[in-house]
């Protein structure tokens, strides 16, 4: 049985491309970059070539490019190192205010709320509509004296919905060009656009961007940070002073090579890769919503090409995802990193989805193998998998 593996916002396979060009750094160029010989040298020049295309793609100066390990290490040290570098500045004085939205990846939410613990900060969770998407103006409406940080995600995982990054960067630069003693810095979390979207930083007005490596076919265990020059921020790890005093440790040769591979290959195919995969989301959610009692979940237009969520009267995503994983098709419910748990999703409460309708979630997420015919096998074995679910279950 073929597999149809419809859970790429989860995470990708790597790319046989990726691979390739990050192979030789484990075996053969597996030097320290910190050493001066010809095998540091080699390892050194390798990650400023990957530091030097991501900095193109992102429109951004080499410099501005710190690799971590994931996303989530991004955000915290962006996060943390911009309130750190800040807290002097505010002692004695009213706590620095963060706004962030409730529909962010827990990456976020739980740093915020681990600085909220600390009491550090005091966090603005901003309410989003019933698409998902976060009121421009109701950020204008909470910025307070003491705001330093907006983070907004640039695309939900869950629903797929489309942040107006690019508006809330104007607003935030038009406050900070305003009479103010605080400049408020601006973060993103691009993991689930970076591959469709324009992630230019000056285009988007962000101070900080954010993203992991295996959601763009490039290994799990290696992301990226862009730190805007300027942009006061506290090292979150101490030691070799590695990534310009930002990130100690050795660096991960291979992994940051792979990244560099993973971002060219983006921008070689991105445009076609966005339409032809936007295309078969169109068909899937066209086919999906032909069974009853199935609702499409996030933003009609405004959402990213690769995710089709909804939500099935009746049945439990969990049996969903298991029966479909029987048939060989690879699908979630609710994100990767709540559906250990059988809490409902935050962001399908946030968008007003009842908890007993919540259960019913179901995420495919469309990838750049994806194909036409698979798409076909999916909707008809979904419409079987529901009935048999339902024909068990008492209320149907
Ligand atoms: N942000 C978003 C939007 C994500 O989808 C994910 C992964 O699911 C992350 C952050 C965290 O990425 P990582 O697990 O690589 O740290």
């Known amino acids: 049985m073929k597999t149809v593996y419809l ?9 046989p491309e990726v691979l390739a060009a990050m192979r030789p750094y484990f075996t053969e160029k597996y030097g320290n970059p910190s050493e001066f010989h010809i095998l540091g040298r080699e390892a050194r020049i390798a990650i400023e070539n990957a530091r030097n295309k991501t900095a193109l793609f992102l429109g951004a ?6 690799f971590t390990g994931s996303a989530t290490e991004s955000i915290n040290l962006s996060h943390k190192g911009l309130i750190e570098s800040l807290l002097e500045d505010f002692r004695g004085k009213k706590r620095p205010h963060i706004i962030t939205s409730s529909i962010e990846h827990k990456a976020v939410l739980e740093t915020c709320r681990h600085l909220e613990r600390r009491g550090e900060v005091f966090v603005t969770y901003l309410p989003v509509d019933n698409f998902g998407r976060v009121d421009v103006n109701k950020i204008k409406e909470v910025i307070k004296p003491e705001t330093v940080l907006v983070s907004v995600m640039y695309a939900n995982n869950e629903v797929g919905t489309i942040e107006p990054i690019q508006k809330i960067g104007f607003i935030i630069k038009k406050i900070n060009n305003s009479m103010r003693n605080n400049r408020i810095y601006f973060h993103t979390d691009a993991t689930q656009a970076l591959q469709y979207f324009n992630c230019n930083v000056d285009l988007l007005g962000v101070d900080f961007l954010s993203f ?10 290696i992301g990226a940070l862009f730190v805007r020059r300027g942009t006061p921020i506290v090292r979150q790890l101490d030691g070799g002073e590695q990534e310009s005093g930002l990130r100690s440790s050795t660096e991960n040769v291979p992994y940051i090579v792979g990244l560099g591979k993973a971002i060219e290959i983006i921008k070689r195919s991105k445009t076609f890769n966005s339409e032809k995969i936007a295309k078969f989301r169109d068909k899937l959610i066209k086919g999906i919503l032909t069974i009853p009692g199935v ?7 405004e959402r990213v090409p690769h995710i089709a969520s909804f939500v099935v009267d009746g049945v439990e995503g969990e049996s969903m995802v298991l029966l479909l994983s029987d048939l060989g098709i690879i699908a979630s419910s609710g994100s990767a990193c709540t559906s250990a748990k059988l809490t409902p ?11 007993e309708v919540s259960h019913g979630s179901l995420r495919f997420s469309l990838g750049k193998d994806t194909k036409d015919q698979e798409i ?18 008492p209320k149907f």
């Open 7 to 15: 859970d790429n916002a989860a995470t990708t396979a790597v790319d």
């Open 61 to 66: 100066q080499p410099e501005e490019i710190v």
């Open 212 to 221: 992991t490596g295996h959601k763009i076919y490039a290994p799990k265990g």
């Open 295 to 301: 609702r499409l979940t996030g933003h009609p237009t």
């Open 345 to 355: 999703s935050h962001v399908l409460t946030a968008i007003g989805v009842s908890p």
């Open 376 to 393: 076909d096998y999916v909707i008809k074995k979904l419409l079987e998998v529901v009935g048999r679910l339902r024909r068990m279950a």
